[in-house]
């Protein structure tokens, strides 16, 4: 039986946790030829883990001290505090064993909790996950994967990880992808679940970030061929509504009752075929542009300082040194 690693990441204030510990005995009890690798900002109690401790680093940098440390080519990243469909998990591993891939992964889903925004944060997630993720790597322009499992082959990224820095680690993984035409692999089954952030405050904490990562992605790969297959991860995850909006507009004017038909059968769409969540579809449709909004003005933002900021820092040479990579 082929070897796996598995690796989880603890990060900033987080700690680790039982549910963590859990996943980790049933991942070693099914794959007997196995390693563990814990990143942590601080020691683990338990001694039986590799623990690699980098305090305040990006999880990019850690996937690249992954990618030279793991023992085996078979690599298993996940975030500590991810659910896991443990069935679902397993297939999926046995399966990559079967396939030629770099990258792997599959659907994750938003946990069950109570709370105006995870209810929100649900319906994105079946939006990204569901239907736009698949469909653009389906047509051959996708360059996004979820961060919060996937499996990864040493054996293809060990020499093509740029030297460099991003919040956005799995976005830039997925230009590395498509830029060296790797092969992949994702399954239509729920691997996990993710506990999502509980008030708007959190949730808007967390697109600014997303915005910082993804304007450090399109920096990276401004003279890169690949920079339209990112502008168009842009568009399609943050900026889909505004052309939903604008067909609804005009339907609007057509005939009302085809607009309210409309809107339904979106909100439908939306809840992953759920018809009792259809209210929280609707109120996603409403609420959620303000979020976008948010993001696009924290891009800008981004696009503009991190150039001026590493120029005035006296990183000018590494800096072009970067953009030039690709």
């Excluded at 990258?103 to 709370?115: E, L, Q, R, V, Y």
Aim: hydrophobic share 45%.
């Amino acid at each position: 039986m082929e070897g796996i690693t598995i690796a989880t990441f603890i990060s900033n204030n987080e700690k680790d946790n039982a549910e963590m510990y859990d996943i980790i005995n049933f991942l070693k009890d099914n794959f007997i030829n196995n390693e563990v690798i814990i990143f942590s900002n601080y020691e683990i109690e338990d001694k039986t883990f590799n623990n690699f401790i980098t305090p305040q680093m990006t999880k990019y940098k850690r996937i690249k001290i992954l990618l030279k440390e793991a023992k085996f080519d078979n690599i298993l990243c996940f975030d500590n505090d991810i659910t896991m469909d443990k069935e679902n998990i397993i297939k999926f591993i046995k399966n990559c064993f079967d396939v030629n891939y770099s990258i792997a992964w599959g659907k994750i889903k938003a946990k069950k909790i109570k709370g105006f925004i995870p209810k929100l944060i649900n319906i994105d997630k079946n939006l990204s996950h569901n239907y736009i993720r698949p469909f653009l790597w389906n047509i051959k322009l996708g360059i996004s994967l979820p961060g919060q499992i996937f499996m990864i082959k040493k054996s293809y990224f060990s020499n093509i990880m740029p030297n460099i820095d991003t919040v956005y680690d799995d976005l830039m993984i997925g230009t590395i992808v498509r830029k060296n035409n790797l092969p992949i692999y994702f399954v239509k089954d729920v691997l996990g679940y993710e506990k999502p952030k509980g008030n708007i405050k959190k949730l808007l904490k967390q697109r600014i970030r997303w915005a910082k990562g993804l304007a450090e992605t399109i920096i990276y790969n401004c003279k890169s061929k690949i920079l339209i297959y990112i502008l168009l991860h842009a568009i399609s995850f943050n900026l889909l509504w505004i052309p939903m909006y604008i067909l609804l507009y005009y339907i609007f004017k057509f005939n009302i009752f085809l607009a309210i038909i409309s809107i339904l059968l979106i909100c439908y769409v939306l809840t992953d075929n759920r018809g009792k969540d259809m209210f929280w579809a609707l109120m996603y449709m409403i609420i959620f542009p303000f979020v976008y909004i948010v993001w696009g003005i924290s891009l800008i933002f981004y696009l503009i300082t991190i150039p001026i900021n590493s120029r005035f820092k006296g990183k000018e040479k590494k800096w072009i040194k970067n953009l030039k990579y690709y």
